[in-house]
Each structure stands twice: as structure tokens, then as C-alpha cells.
């Protein structure tokens, strides 16, 4: 009779793996953040006029300014962060 075989061991192979970097591009879409004025630095429209590079408005949206922010009413979210860090603009107090 033959001898049993030995189980096989497992030994850990050595090997290189890739990681695909996946670049995530912001979607303009219609919604409530294109109806509304976002504040804005304005040396940062500015840049942005100039290299054409998108805009980080204080509310956290992101797109590249192109139209005339007197036709549109002020973001709430902005309005409200501006209103906390400056106190509100109307002289409500």
C-alpha cells in the first residue's frame, strides 16, 4: 500500500496588486443650488474667471461661476453661515 501524502501547505505568495485611482466629477444637474447666489470670495471669482477652475461657495457647492448672481436670491445655507460669523446683515439686532 501506498504511504498517505501529506497535506499541502499553503505558502503565502508574494505578488504586486493595482490600485485604480477613480476620479469623481461633480454633475451639474438642475436643482436648488442652481437657483440660488452663493458667496463666494471675490479674488476667487476672480481666479476663477480667469483659469476657468470651479469655485467652493461657503455652503460647500462647487461649479464655475458664469452668470449674473444679482438675478438669483442668496443661498440659506450661505446666508446663514455668513449671518453666524458676522451677525445678520439687515440690522435686526
Do not use: N
Not at 490600485?19 to 481666479?47: N, S, T
Not at 455668513?82 to 435686526?92: A, K, L, V
Amino acid at each position: 500500500m501506498s504511504e498517505p501524502s501529506a497535506p499541502e501547505t499553503q505558502q503565502p505568495q508574494g505578488g504586486t496588486a493595482t490600485i485604480e485611482r477613480v476620479e469623481q466629477q461633480e454633475l451639474i444637474e438642475p436643482g436648488d443650488a442652481e437657483r440660488f447666489a452663493h458667496y463666494v470670495r471675490k479674488e476667487k471669482i476672480m481666479e476663477s474667471a480667469m483659469s476657468g477652475e470651479p469655485v467652493i461657495a461657503l455652503c460647500g457647492k462647487v461649479w464655475v461661476p458664469g452668470r449674473d448672481p444679482k438675478r438669483f436670491p442668496v443661498c440659506p445655507a450661505c446666508k446663514e453661515i455668513i449671518d453666524g460669523r458676522f451677525g445678520p446683515e439687515d440690522g435686526d439686532d
